[in-house]
């Protein structure tokens, strides 16, 4: 395949990120000394921007952004070999989450999602499947009617043109809101489901990530559930196929896990594109998500300049 042929779409969020890396538990009602910057973010075009680093194929990536960042977003895709896609959205601000980053480098999200969940069935056609082998969903997608609407079409199209889908279901918090069934419902027909393990369970009914991997498995063709720094299990057909370790990352060396997962997802994708097996693939995208939690932020290395 040449790169145009071997060109990734993802269709997803793309957020304005305020990192607060906090030292010590947050004091209620008064400060808390903390390391903030304002980042370029979201699940989908941080998977995209790990995309475009890790394979040579072109990265694509359609998305809603209010017109108060929409420059500054476009000019750091392009900056990470992303091709953006962006719909300008004068009603909404740009998404903003709020990282809290805590001395063990795991974060919790404050989410205002804004235009992102905004995109709509016009920003859509099936011509952005031109020249594209795999579309890619983010999760978030779902869990507002128009954006699942947008995301159900994009999903009926590709199918309908033979390109394969993947979704990485994006957030346990979310998900559980919309309910595992009204998710599996919407993302019926995915060739690729990339859940963590807490997503993995909410989807199964609470089982284990073994055997939720193998059960989503019968569902979807393919399923990779990522479990952190104990790395990633593999499932097709109903059964685990592969046990992948994640390389190890020092402590001190674990400054924010914030887009982990976002770059596991961009570099199996961009690792299957080029024609890895699901294993190699998923050994890729540990190595990735490892990486990704040395640096602040969701992008890769030199991919992101704060605002």
């Keep these: 395949m040449t790169p145009r042929e071997r060109a990734l779409l993802v269709v997803g969020d793309v957020v304005t990120d305020v990192v607060a890396r906090h030292r010590t538990p947050l004091a209620h009602a008064t400060d808390t000394a903390a390391e903030i910057r304002t980042l370029p973010g979201g699940a989908g075009a941080n998977a995209a921007c790990w995309a475009a680093r890790s394979g040579g194929g072109e990265v694509r990536l359609l998305g809603r952004v209010g017109t108060d960042a929409a420059e500054w977003h476009e000019r750091a895709l392009r900056r990470a070999g992303v091709r953006p896609l962006l719909v300008p959205d004068a009603e909404a601000a740009t998404a903003t989450v709020i990282a809290l980053v ?22 859509w056609s099936a ?7 795999a579309l890619h969903l983010s999760g978030y997608l779902f869990f507002a009617p128009t954006s699942r609407e947008t995301a159900r079409r994009a999903l009926r199209d590709a199918r309908e043109a033979g390109v394969p889908v993947s979704v990485d279901p994006a957030s346990a918090g979310f ?28 989807l199964t009914g609470g089982r284990e990530p073994e055997a939720a991997a193998a059960e989503l498995s019968r569902r979807h063709p393919l399923v990779v559930v990522t479990l952190g720094a104990a790395g990633a299990l593999v499932a097709e057909d109903g059964a685990v196929t592969a046990r992948v370790a994640a390389p190890s990352v020092p402590p001190e060396r674990r400054v924010d896990s914030t887009g982990a997962g976002d770059a596991f997802t961009g570099a199996f994708l961009a690792a299957r594109l080029a024609g890895a097996d699901p294993a190699k693939a998923a050994e890729a995208g540990c190595r990735a998500g490892a990486e990704a939690v040395t640096v602040v932020g969701g992008r890769p290395p030199g991919a992101a300049s704060p605002a």
């Design 102 to 123: 805590d001395a063990s480098a795991e974060r919790t999200f404050l989410t205002d999602s804004g235009a992102a969940l905004r995109l709509s069935p016009a920003d």
């Design 175 to 202: 998900l559980a809101r919309l309910g595992a069934g009204r998710f599996r419902a919407a993302t019926a027909g995915v060739e690729v489901l990339l859940p963590n393990a807490d997503e993995a369970r909410l």
């Design 127 to 133: 011509g952005l499947l031109d020249g594209v082998a």
